[in-house]
């Protein structure tokens, strides 16, 4: 992180606090309660450009000091079990069980403020907001970004549309007390990006790739679409994409149905993805296994977990969005410190298109 940033610990505990709240959240919730101490690269409230060190207290490992733990070997189908205890060797899958864990997602979220405090210097905003939970879907053509995310703030499932939200609440209900969990799908939104970042002259600086893994990285994550892309897969190419148009500022898009990104590069448009997160595999009702320990088919044992992770995923999803972004911003800009950086950004904002080997026009303003 660059010198100059204003940080505090009370910056990171706004989404820290935000990770465990929402329906649907498990009892670690009330054992838990994150905060994330500065270490280092932080004077009097602002970064020096040293490495920033976090650290996050695991309030329940306190409760499991000097006591036998029991071993566990009863692999639970979707979880990284029985793959890992096959591929490092375990004869007790406890070990996978807490490394595979979304708790360490707490510490992506810590980072991901860090992050989101960066781009805020430069206009840029990293939001999300919960579209679908249990097959319950939210009806949201008609709202713009700015008001889905002002919506889903009041809402405990993280959703803009009440008459879904109630839907999805009353399906986490009923899951519950079914033994069941529930997934969903969650969208992030990036406003405010410049044109030029990410590129394309090689494949691992392509942007949305870089943000296809950071959002496949997180836990039950399974699936992402960038803009309108499997709409897109049904129809021609003359209607799958965001034509240019010159309007009274420059150049304009008529659409947003590439999710903000060509070729790999940010085009100016708001970045615009959906990640489908599955029903998580800790479930009080068993699902069919075999004991590794005996050889004999059982069913899986409970472990605490929630019921629905997908509101409280919606701001970890926003932390590693945000992770890429102020990289890839700092790769575009360059230099050491937010006041270097600063008159940098604003180039870039007024940076204009010299169109004139193309079609002999003068100079096209990006909007």
């Not at 860090?114 to 319950?136: D, M, N, Q």
């Not at 030029?196 to 679409?225: F, M, N, T, Y």
């Not at 049904?234 to 209607?239: I, N, R, Y």
Request: glycine share 10%.
């Amino acid at each position: 992180m660059v010198a100059g940033l204003p940080l505090t610990e009370a910056m990171i505990a706004v989404d820290l606090a935000r990770r465990q709240a929402g329906a649907g959240a498990g009892g670690r919730m009330a054992i838990e309660q994150d905060h994330a101490a500065i270490l280092s690269g932080v004077m009097a409230g602002v970064t020096t450009g040293a490495p920033i060190a976090l650290q996050l207290v695991n309030r329940d490992h306190a409760n499991w000091k000097g006591k036998a733990v029991p071993a566990y070997t009863t692999p639970r189908p979707g979880h990284a079990d029985l793959a890992a205890a096959i591929k490092y060797g375990y004869d007790d899958i406890r070990p996978a069980l807490e490394r595979a864990s979304a708790r360490e997602t707490a510490a992506r979220v810590a980072v991901g403020a860090v992050c989101r405090a960066y781009l805020k210097t430069f206009g840029i905003t990293v939001e999300g907001y919960v579209s679908a939970i249990g097959g319950h879907a939210a009806c949201l053509e008609d709202m713009t970004f700015s008001d889905r995310i002002a919506y889903a703030r009041s809402s405990d499932v993280q959703c803009p549309d009440p008459k879904a939200a109630a839907q999805m609440i009353a399906a986490i209900e009923q899951a519950k007390a079914q033994g069941e969990t529930l997934g969903g799908i969650i969208e992030v939104v990036v406003q405010g990006v410049p044109v030029g970042l990410g590129s394309h002259v090689a494949w691992d600086r392509r942007l949305d790739a870089r943000l296809a893994q950071a959002v496949l990285s997180v836990p039950a994550i399974k699936g992402i679409e960038i803009g309108n892309a499997f709409a897109n897969a049904a129809k021609p190419g003359s209607q799958a994409h965001d034509v240019i148009v010159l309007g009274t500022s420059g150049l304009e898009r008529r659409g947003n149905a590439c999710g903000g990104i060509e070729g790999g590069i940010s085009n100016g448009q708001p970045i615009w993805l959906r990640a489908a997160m599955k029903p998580i595999p800790t479930t009080r009702k068993g699902q069919d296994t075999v004991d590794l320990a005996t050889g004999k088919p059982c069913t899986s044992c409970y472990e605490r977990s929630d019921i629905c992770p997908v509101p409280r995923a919606v701001v970890v999803l926003e932390a590693v969005v945000a992770l890429v972004m102020a990289d890839a911003l700092m790769e575009k800009l360059g230099g050491d410190s937010i006041a270097e950086m600063t008159p940098r950004f604003a180039a870039l904002r007024r940076a204009t298109l010299d169109d004139t080997r193309m079609s002999g026009q003068p100079h096209l303003f990006w909007p």
